[in-house]
């Protein structure tokens, strides 16, 4: 009997290919989700709300501490002149309805203008007075209007913009008339210093003789005994909003990977 030799092979396992991912989706790249945008979005505005915040804390802080002239935060002094008889700015209307604590002695405290001829041998006057008793007062009178005061933020440099108004001389001299709610005449520096009321009114600086060219560095401010502690208030405000902003943007923008998931 003969015996055939069978040759077995083993077999070999056969690789198996890799399990087949799941569809590749944005969201699997990039883990951003609506709640992870809108966190990013919401910290961004609100942290643009907090340094608005924080700029006008700081500049309140920069006028408390550099602008202070006795007491009040003043403009630098700019040159204001006309060859007629006059100089009158625009209204400055307080309204009645506004809340009197906003304009009182608490928030803006009192009004002071600063005025100096630059003819030392000139007397100047400056007054204030009701927007109509103005009008009335200059109505035939030659002057100029302030109609604008151009200049930067920090209050360093004005540009004034005037109206050339025609008439004929005062009938009455300025330190005279019987208009005035608050008034300075003479030579020198002459400060005004005015409590705010409601009411439409008007500033006017002339020479006391109601004689004609008027030339005068003048500079105006307010007490604002809350600036202080608003600015601060501000300032700390703002510091905290970015703290909170700061952390929904980064909670909103870190990475968290998503696992794939695998086709079943």
Known sequence: MSHSTLNTTEAKPQPQPPPTAGPVTANTLSGWTGGRIAMVVVGTLVALLALCAMACGAYGLWLHTTQRSHG???TSSQRFATGSYALATRTLQISSEVPSF???RDWLGDVRIRGESTNPNRPLFIGIAHKADVDRYLAD???SDVVDISGDPFGTTY??????QSG???ATAPDRARIWAASVEGKGIKTLTWSVKPGRWAVVVMRPDGSPGVSADLAAGAKLPALLWVSIVLAGLGLLV??????LIYFGA???PVPATAAG
């Open 72 to 74: 009040y935060v003043m």
């Open 254 to 256: 870190r990475h968290r």
């Open 159 to 164: 540009s004034p913009t005037y109206r050339a």
């Open 242 to 247: 970015l703290g909170g902003a700061a952390a």
């Open 141 to 143: 009178v030659a002057h």
């Open 168 to 170: 004929g001389t005062p």
């Open 102 to 104: 906003l304009y009182g």
